[in-house]
C-alpha cells in the first residue's frame, strides 16, 4: 500500500474484499469494492512512496500508448478492408485525415513516454515531475482520442460483441484514472511551468486509486476517485433497456411510445415461462382463456368482444422476431425459454407492424448465436400443486461459435409438464327428454393435464463486418386434457362434463433474416414461415340441455332442450304439444376442431443510419395465409333418424335419409386463402438537440378467398359455396418529443390503426334474412396520446406514463347467436366506441440490496352509437374484458452473505380489475345474460441464492399463488352454461439453473 507516509506491505489475506462491483468499468475485469485498507507493515519512507508512484504512472501511460497504436493499426486495416460505393472507405478523404490524426496522437505520446522514461531512470536530464505528468496526460489523451476515433471507422459494428474495438474505450477509460487523472497531471504541468510549489506526489496521490500496489488490481480499481464513477456504485442504478420498437436498437427511454419490457434479467426473476406469466403483470393487458392454448388479450380496452369460442382477426400484433403471428384472435401459447425479451407496445402500431397491430403488440425477441463466445445451461423447475398433481419443467441451451467470428450455433430445447388440479365428477344426468345417463367413462380427480416440448435451432453467419444471416427453426407441441374451468353449481375446481376435451397444437416455425450495409442505409430481408396445426375436441351437451328455439320469440316460447328431441322417436316441440317424449336417448353433443393455418410472409426494409438529424424507415412486407384444413364437426351419438324431429327436417329439406355419416349431426370444411400487402414508411426529423417531429404512413391491401365444400345439418342438403373479399386502407401517424432534461421527455403522438374487412359469404340462407350482413368493412382506431419519460436519482429511478383517447370507428365484431343463424358465426359492424385511460410504471433501484418495479393502468371503454336499430341495446355499454383499473408490483431485496454469494427474497402481486365476459347485453341464447367476472390478485414470493456478480447459478425456493386465489380468468358461456376458467392453485416449488461460459 502506498500513501504520503510511504510504503506498507497488507498481505492479501487481511483484505476484506466486500461486495463485487456488479457493473465495472471494464466489464473483462472482475471488481470489488474494498470497505477499508488496513495499517500494513510498514517497508519504506514517503521517498520510495513518490518513485513507485512515478513509476506507475510511466508504465500506465507505455500501456496506454500501446492501445493508442493498436487502435490505429486496427482501424487502418478496417478502412482498407470495409467498402462503401465500390471502394474501401480507406480511399476516402475525411477517412484518410482521421487516420492520420491517429497516428499522429500515438507517436506524440510515444515520444512523451520515452522522454519520461529516460528523465524517470536519470533525473539529471531533466524535470522528473513536468516528464511523467506530461507523459500520462498525452498518453491518455492518445488512449481516449484513439479509441474514440477507431470507433468512428468501425460504425456501429465496433459497440457489437462481435467486434472488440469498444474494449479498447472502455480500458482507456480505467487506465486514465490510475495514478492521477489527466486533469490532476495537468495541474502539475502547469504548476512545474509555473515554478509553483506543488509537492511532487500530488497529482499522483489525487488518484487513491494508486494506494494500492499493481498486484492488488481489483482494490486499485474500487477505489477510484468520483470524478472516474458514478456516484452511486453500479448495482444500485437501472440498467440500459435497448428495445426495437422502431425495427432499430434504441435505448427504452428515448421511443416515444408507451413501452413495457421484460428484459432478460426479469425473465429470470420474475420466472416467466409461458404467455400466462407476464400477460399476468402487464396492467394495460387483459386476457381471458379456456385454458393452456386459447389466451385471448387485448390492450387498452380495444376488445370487440372475440373469446376463445369465436373470435374475429385480432385487434392486438403478435411478433416472435420478423415473423407476424397473430391469427383469428387467438395469439400461439409458446414457451418462452431461451428469450432476449418481451415488448409490450401500447396504442396503434399500424405503420410499423401493420393490420394486426391495431391496438397494440406483442414482440418476442429470442437469443441469437454469439460468434465469438461459448455459453451454455441448464434449468429445472419442479412444483407440487397444492392437493393435486406435481408440474415439471426441464430446459437448457447451447451456444458454440463453429468459426470464430464468422460462423455460431446455438440450441435450446424445453419439456414442459403441468399437472392437474381439476376434478371432473362423477354425475348421472336426466336429461329434458327423460333419458338417463352419467360420465363415468370421463369421470376422474385431477382431470386437466398440459405437456410442452419443444426446441430452437439458430445458425448466423458473418459474411463481412457489414453483412450476416440468421436461420431459426423452432417447434412445439402443446398437448392438453380435459378442462381448466369449473361448475359454480359444484364445489370449486369441479366440474361434470359428458364428452372428451383436449387440445393439440403443433408449431413450426422459420426464419430467414439478412441485413447489411448498403451505403445509404441498412437493409434487412426477413423471411418467414410457419404454422400451428390445431386438433381440439369438446364437450357441448350443455347446449342440447339449454338451447331453447322459441327463445327469439316475443314472448318466449318452447323450452330449453327442445333439440333433445332429435334423439327421440316422439317429442312434444316437433310432435306438436301434449306429444309425449318416447324411445330417447341421452342426448350427448360433443364436437372436433380442427385447424391447420399456414403463412409466408416477406419483408424488405431499409433504414437510416445512426447518427444525423434525420432519421427515415422505408419497407414492403408481403404476407399470405392459407388454412386447407379448416374443419368443425358435431357428434350426436343418440341421433334417432326415425323419429319425429329428424323426419320433420328431412321433409322441410325435400331428403329422404340422412346426408352425413352415422352420428354426425353437422360438419363444416373449409379452405381459405389470404393475401396482405404493406407498403410503410416513418420518418422523424430532430429539429434542434431537444426538440423532435416524426410522421408515418402504411398502405394497406387485403384480398380473401374461401372455398367450402362442405357445410350442412345430417337432415339438409350440402351447400358449397366459395366467394372472395378484398379490403385497403390507408392509416397515418403523427408525434412530437422535447427533451426538457437529457434525463426527462414529453411526447405527444397521433396513430391509427385498423383491421380488413371481408364477407360473410358461405353461411347458410336463412341467416342473411336473419340479419346477417353479406359485408363488412374495415374498422379503424384513432388515438390521441399524451406521455413522458423520466429517469432521475442518479439513474436509480425511471418514472414513465401517458394519457390516451382513442375513437374506434366502425366497430367490427364476431358474433354468435345461434337465433339469427344456427349454425355460423357471422362478422358486422356494430357501431362506434370510445377508450380513454392512462398508465405509468415505475422502476426503482433504492440501493444495492432493495429494488421495486410497479406498473398500473386506468381504461373507460364503452359503445358509443349503434350501426342499426338491433344493437341500439349495446350503446353506454361497457366493452368486455376492459377492466377499469388493473395494476402490478413486485419488490426484491439482495443481500451479501460471502464474496460471491448473496441471497435474495422477492414478492410480487398482480391484480386484475372486474370486466364483462361479453359484448351482447341482451344475449337470448343461453338465458345467462352479460356476466361482470370479479377482480383478483395474484401473488408470488421467492427466495433464493445466486452469485453476487453475474448469473451462472440460481437455487430457488417459491410459492406461486400465495394466498391460493381462486381467480375467475374467463366466464364462458360458450357452451350454453357457466363455465369459470380458473387459475392453478398454491403451488410450493423449487428452481435450480446453472450456465457455463458469456454471460453467466
Known amino acids: 500500500m502506498i500513501d504520503d507516509a510511504g510504503v506498507a506491505l497488507v498481505r492479501p489475506a487481511d483484505l476484506d474484499p466486500g461486495a463485487p462491483l456488479t457493473w465495472p468499468l471494464d466489464p473483462l475485469t472482475p471488481m470489488q469494492r474494498i470497505a477499508e485498507l488496513p495499517a500494513g507493515e510498514p517497508i519504506g519512507d514517503a521517498r520510495l512512496a513518490t518513485a513507485w508512484r512515478q513509476a506507475g504512472a510511466v508504465l500506465t501511460a507505455a500501456y496506454e500508448v500501446g492501445m493508442a497504436q493498436a487502435c490505429v493499426e486496427r482501424a487502418t486495416a478496417y478502412a482498407l478492408e470495409r467498402e462503401q460505393f465500390g471502394r474501401p472507405i480507406g480511399s476516402f478523404q475525411a477517412v484518410k485525415h482521421l487516420l492520420a490524426d491517429l497516428a499522429v496522437r500515438a507517436e506524440v505520446a510515444r515520444a512523451a513516454v520515452d522522454a519520461a522514461a529516460c528523465t ?172 393452456p392454448g386459447t389466451q385471448l388479450f387485448v390492450m387498452r380496452g380495444v376488445s370487440d368482444g372475440s373469446n376463445p369460442n369465436y373470435a374475429n382477426t385480432s385487434s392486438t400484433g403478435f411478433l416472435v422476431d420478423d415473423m407476424s403471428m397473430s391469427y383469428g384472435g387467438a ?81 435450446s430445447a424445453f419439456s414442459d409438464s403441468h399437472g392437474g388440479f381439476i376434478d371432473n365428477q362423477l354425475t348421472t344426468r336426466a336429461w329434458v327428454n327423460g333419458a338417463v345417463s352419467n360420465n363415468a367413462q370421463w369421470a376422474r380427480q385431477d382431470y386437466n393435464r398440459e405437456n410442452v416440448e419443444g426446441g430452437r435451432v ?117 310432435g306438436g304439444a301434449g306429444t309425449p317424449y318416447s324411445g330417447c336417448n341421452p342426448a350427448l353433443q360433443y364436437y372436433s376442431y380442427n385447424v391447420n393455418p399456414q403463412r409466408w410472409s416477406n419483408e424488405l426494409r431499409l433504414s437510416s443510419k445512426q447518427g ?46 340422412r346426408t352425413l355419416p352415422p352420428g354426425v349431426w353437422y360438419t363444416y370444411t373449409e379452405t381459405s386463402w389470404i393475401l396482405q400487402t404493406t407498403e410503410f414508411a416513418n420518418i422523424n426529423f430532430d429539429v434542434t438537440d431537444k426538440l423532435n417531429v416524426e410522421a408515418g404512413v402504411v398502405h394497406f391491401h387485403d384480398d380473401e378467398a374461401y372455398n367450402t365444400p362442405v357445410l350442412g345439418f345430417a337432415y339438409a342438403p350440402n351447400s358449397p359455396s366459395y366467394f372472395t373479399s378484398d379490403s385497403h386502407k390507408w392509416n397515418s401517424k403523427l408525434g412530437v418529443n422535447y427533451k426538457i432534461t437529457d434525463h426527462v421527455m414529453l411526447y405527444a403522438d397521433w396513430a391509427q390503426g385498423f383491421r380488413p374487412g371481408g364477407s360473410n359469404s358461405g353461411d347458410p340462407p336463412g341467416c342473411y334474412t336473419s340479419g346477417v350482413p353479406q359485408q363488412y368493412t374495415p374498422d379503424t382506431l384513432n388515438n390521441y396520446e399524451f406521455g413522458w419519460k423520466t ?29 339469427v343463424c344456427p349454425s355460423s358465426s357471422y362478422n358486422i359492424n356494430v357501431g362506434d366506441a370510445h377508450i380513454y385511460g392512462a398508465e405509468s410504471n415505475v422502476d426503482f433501484r433504492a440501493n444495492e440490496n432493495w429494488s421495486t418495479q410497479a406498473a398500473v393502468n386506468y381504461t373507460q371503454s364503452s359503445v358509443t352509437s349503434a350501426a342499426a336499430s338491433s344493437y341500439d341495446s349495446y ?42 365476459n361479453g359484448l351482447n347485453p341482451e344475449d337470448k341464447n343461453t338465458g345467462l345474460g352479460r356476466i361482470v367476472q370479479p377482480a383478483y390478485s395474484i401473488m408470488n414470493l421467492r427466495l433464493g441464492l445466486n452469485p453476487f456478480e453475474g448469473e451462472r447459478w440460481l437455487m430457488e425456493l417459491y410459492i406461486t399463488n400465495l394466498a391460493n386465489k381462486n381467480a375467475i380468468v374467463y366466464s364462458n358461456t360458450g357452451n350454453f352454461d357457466l363455465r369459470l376458467t380458473t387459475n392453478e392453485p398454491r403451488v410450493y416449488g423449487l428452481r435450480l439453473s446453472y450456465h457455463w461460459g458469456k454471460g453467466s
Open 120 to 291: 524517470l531512470d536519470d533525473p539529471e536530464t531533466g524535470d522528473v515531475r513536468r516528464a511523467v505528468s506530461g507523459a500520462k496526460v498525452l498518453a491518455g489523451e492518445a488512449a481516449l482520442g484513439n479509441a474514440k476515433g477507431a470507433l468512428q471507422v468501425y460504425g456501429g459494428m465496433g459497440f457489437t460483441w462481435e467486434v472488440d474495438i469498444h474494449l479498447y474505450l472502455k480500458r482507456a477509460w480505467v487506465l486514465d484514472t490510475h495514478f492521477g487523472s489527466g486533469d490532476a497531471h495537468c495541474d502539475a504541468v502547469a504548476a512545474a511551468l509555473a515554478g509553483a510549489a506543488l509537492p511532487t506526489q500530488a497529482a499522483l496521490a489525487e488518484d487513491t486509486a494508486s494506494t494500492v500496489a499493481a498486484g492488488s488490481a481489483a482494490a486499485a480499481a474500487a477505489a477510484a476517485p468520483a470524478a472516474a464513477a458514478p456516484p452511486a456504485s453500479e448495482a444500485s442504478v437501472l440498467r440500459e433497456v435497448v428495445v426495437t420498437a422502431r425495427k432499430r436498437e434504441e435505448n427504452l427511454q428515448d421511443v416515444p411510445i408507451s413501452i413495457e419490457v421484460f428484459d432478460q434479467r426479469d425473465l429470470r426473476n420474475l420466472a416467466i415461462n409461458s404467455m400466462d406469466d407476464y400477460l399476468q403483470k402487464v396492467p394495460s393487458i387483459s386476457y381471458i382463456s379456456t385454458g
Open 612 to 657: 444525423g438529424r434525420l432519421h427515415w424507415l422505408a419497407g414492403l412486407y408481403w404476407e399470405r395465409t392459407i388454412d386447407r384444413n379448416y374443419n368443425n364437426t358435431y357428434y350426436m351419438p343418440g341421433l334417432q333418424y326415425g323419429g319425429q324431429a329428424f323426419q320433420y327436417e328431412l321433409q322441410y329439406y325435400t331428403q329422404t335419409q
Open 791 to 819: 429517469t432521475s436519482l442518479n439513474n436509480r429511478l425511471l418514472w414513465n406514463g401517458a394519457v390516451y383517447d382513442m375513437g374506434w370507428k366502425d366497430l367490427q365484431a364476431l358474433i354468435y347467436d345461434a337465433l
Open 458 to 574: 439458430a445458425l448466423k453467419a458473418q459474411f463481412s463486418a457489414g453483412w450476416d444471416a440468421l436461420l431459426t427453426y423452432g417447434f412445439q407441441r402443446q398437448h392438453t386434457l380435459g378442462a381448466w374451468d369449473e361448475d359454480p353449481t359444484l364445489a370449486p375446481r369441479t366440474v361434470s362434463r359428458f364428452g372428451p376435451e383436449s387440445n393439440l397444437f403443433e408449431t413450426n416455425m422459420i426464419d430467414f433474416h439478412v441485413d447489411g450495409d448498403v451505403g445509404i442505409g441498412d437493409l434487412v430481408f426477413a423471411s418467414t414461415y410457419w404454422n400451428q396445426e390445431r386438433r381440439q375436441w369438446d364437450e357441448y351437451s350443455q347446449y342440447e340441455q339449454n338451447f331453447n328455439a322459441g327463445a327469439r320469440n316475443t314472448p318466449p316460447t318452447g323450452f330449453p332442450g327442445t333439440q333433445e328431441g332429435f334423439t327421440c322417436l316422439t317429442d312434444p316441440y316437433y
Open 875 to 916: 350503446v353506454g355499454e361497457r366493452l368486455p374484458f376492459a377492466p377499469y383499473f388493473s395494476w402490478s408490483w413486485n419488490v426484491r431485496y439482495t443481500h451479501p452473505l460471502a464474496t460471491d454469494l448473496a441471497g435474495y427474497l422477492q414478492f410480487d402481486i398482480a391484480h386484475k380489475g372486474d370486466m364483462y
Open 331 to 411: 395469439q400461439p401459447d409458446l414457451h418462452l425459454y431461451d428469450i432476449q425479451s418481451i415488448q409490450v407496445l401500447n396504442g396503434p402500431q399500424g405503420t410499423t407492424y401493420g393490420a394486426g397491430a391495431m391496438s397494440g403488440a406483442i414482440i418476442y425477441t429470442t437469443n441469437k448465436p454469439d460468434l465469438k463466445a461459448f455459453s451454455a445451461g441448464l434449468d429445472f423447475d419442479g412444483g407440487q400443486i397444492q392437493s393435486a398433481q406435481q408440474n415439471w419443467n426441464y430446459q437448457g441451451f447451447l451456444n458454440a461459435p463453429l468459426i470464430d467470428g464468422v460462423l455460431g450455433l446455438r440450441i
